[in-house]
């Protein structure tokens, strides 16, 4: 990857709704106690995040879908339709994103402690093998658990990330190390700063993100309402994590969606290109490009998601 590129890459995550530093959450909302939803809530112990569990008695399967980093379950609102007449679906809500107090997250890493919770929950819930499907943040924590605990997934999806994003904040051959400085200069940044510009930028950033007009009020609102420490802190450890080299450790049927990069410098090819080259580890891997959507391609390309899904669970 060259360096103008890497500046472009940049460019785009820095006005995303993770750099945007959301606000503090509010107080009082109980994530624990949403009755009349349709749901249930996972008989589960955690600090780190909470479960939604919708679907039949007698399930196809399990599926396990984890949001974005300020995001919540109800981004996958459309598909857990779409899916509870056959599978049984946990929808996971990280805490302190989008309401949820933050517990556990309040202080340090977020993403590779929800893996590791991630597989507890698989391992006391008894789930045999479920498919798991991550967006962004979601899937930088898929990856960690596939790659981590590879006898508790039977297949991922990971939609629109990479491997290493660190690699979007440093010249060609960047490391982990090399770009905590960047890091923790983003860090010092979102965790400082008057809430009125935290805010504008969140609004111009889901704007970037979600092509469909009538789909931002929910997305914008998950990120006003998280608390900006736990956003910070998971957005320096996406920065700082490389899972490049733990790749080829996953053992389940892999499969990529992702967009072409918001930029106009950044074609199709180019894109094309940048995922090959950081999914290179797991040559089984299927990388698919997705067209005429942004970042949220649940929400720009709900029918098209669902099909790619269906054809990724049959």
């Known amino acids: 990857m060259t360096s103008v590129l890497t500046a472009i890459l940049a460019a785009a995550v820095l006005t995303s709704p993770a750099f945007a530093a959301p606000a503090a959450a509010q107080d009082g909302h109980a994530p624990h106690a949403q009755a009349g939803h349709g749901h249930r809530h996972a008989d589960f112990e955690s600090g780190r995040f909470h479960v939604r569990v919708d679907g039949p008695e ?26 509870k007449g056959r599978y049984r679906v946990h929808r996971i809500h990280v805490q302190g994103f989008a309401g949820a107090p933050a517990e556990a997250n309040a202080t340090g890493p977020v993403s590779a402690p929800v893996a590791e919770d991630l597989a507890r929950y698989i391992a006391e819930q008894g789930l045999n093998k479920p498919a798991v499907i991550g967006h962004s943040m979601g899937g930088t924590i898929g990856m960690m658990l596939a790659a981590r605990h590879p006898d508790s997934v039977g297949r991922l999806m990971v939609v629109d990330m990479v491997p290493f994003m660190g690699a979007m904040f440093g010249a060609p051959g960047a490391t982990a190390a090399s770009v905590a400085p960047v890091a923790d200069q983003i860090y010092a940044g979102m965790t400082s700063g008057p ?45 700082v994590t490389d899972l490049r080299p733990e790749l080829a450790r996953i053992t389940a049927p892999t499969t990529v969606l992702y967009v072409k990069f918001n930029d106009p410098r950044m074609t199709p ?23 005429d959507s942004a970042h949220f391609i649940m929400l720009d390309q709900p029918a098209v998601f669902a099909a790619e899904v269906n054809a990724f669970l049959e």
């Open 269 to 291: 090819e180019i894109t094309d290109g940048i995922y090959r080259a950081s999914f290179s580890g797991m040559p089984g891997a299927k990388l698919k490009r997705i067209d």
């Open 195 to 239: 809430l009125e510009g935290y805010q504008a930028q969140a609004a111009a950033a889901v704007t970037g993100m979600i092509n469909t007009e009538t789909a931002r009020a929910g997305p914008l609102e998950d990120t006003t309402t998280s608390d900006r420490q736990v956003s910070a802190s998971a957005f320096r450890e996406l920065i």
């Open 58 to 83: 007698r399930p196809q399967g399990d599926v396990i879908l984890i949001p974005g980093l300020s995001s919540s379950p109800e981004v996958w609102g459309a598909l857990t339709e779409q899916l």
